[in-house]
């Protein structure tokens, strides 16, 4: 999916795209000569359910984004990090992530991070993204490992990017 998507954009880097735009992308992903010929689905030797589930995820996709143009599109798996200091142990580490894709609508920022699966994106508060309830406590919530990641790792790319002057200029 990342593959693919990072492809049909890669001619739009920098550039604002229009509900056209979007509009020929969706015939070209449904027209099965130019599908067969994309260069990422090498990857799937003629796996044709992984091509049909991913072929179904990238028209979603682009459906949402028809929705939601103009926007520009900035990159796809744009790899962002950025260091902190952690005065406790008197170290710098570096934290970092490949954020799937960046683009800009209006004056936002959208840190898009694809999903094939059924991932919960709602939550209520920042005890229920790293699964901490009245009755589970701290530690015993990230040895569990019942935090929702997808909203961690969202709001950890959202996090790397305030500083990428890649992302931000």
């Known amino acids: 999916l990342h593959a693919i998507m990072q492809h049909i954009y890669m001619p739009f880097e920098g550039e604002l795209v229009q509900k056209n735009d979007i509009h020929s992308l969706i015939n070209d992903i449904n027209n099965?000569?130019?599908?067969?010929?994309?260069?990422?689905l090498t990857n799937?030797?003629?796996?044709?359910?992984a091509e049909k589930v991913i072929r179904s995820c990238i028209n979603n996709t682009l459906y949402y984004d028809y929705e939601h143009t103009p926007f520009e599109y900035i990159a796809s798996e744009h790899n962002s990090h950025r260091n902190?200091?952690?005065?406790?142990?008197?170290q710098?580490?570096?934290l970092?992530?490949?954020?799937?894709?960046v683009d800009v609508r209006g004056n936002l920022i959208r840190i898009i991070d694809y999903k094939t699966g059924s991932a919960q994106l709602e939550?209520?508060?920042?005890?229920?993204?790293?699964?901490?309830?009245?009755?589970?406590?701290r530690e015993e919530a990230f040895v569990r490992n019942k935090g929702n990641n997808y909203?961690?790792?969202?709001?950890?790319?959202?996090?790397?990017?305030?500083?990428?002057?890649?992302?931000?200029?």
């Open 123 to 137: 939550f209520s508060s920042m005890q229920q993204v790293f699964g901490i309830d009245k009755k589970t406590n």
């Open 84 to 90: 902190i200091h952690l005065p406790s142990i008197h």
């Open 44 to 49: 799937l030797q003629g796996d044709e359910l």
């Open 96 to 101: 970092q992530g490949k954020i799937d894709r």
């Open 151 to 169: 909203i961690l790792q969202t709001l950890l790319y959202c996090w790397l990017s305030e500083e990428d002057k890649d992302i931000i200029s």
């Open 92 to 94: 710098d580490i570096t």
């Open 32 to 40: 099965d000569q130019y599908w067969k010929q994309l260069e990422p």
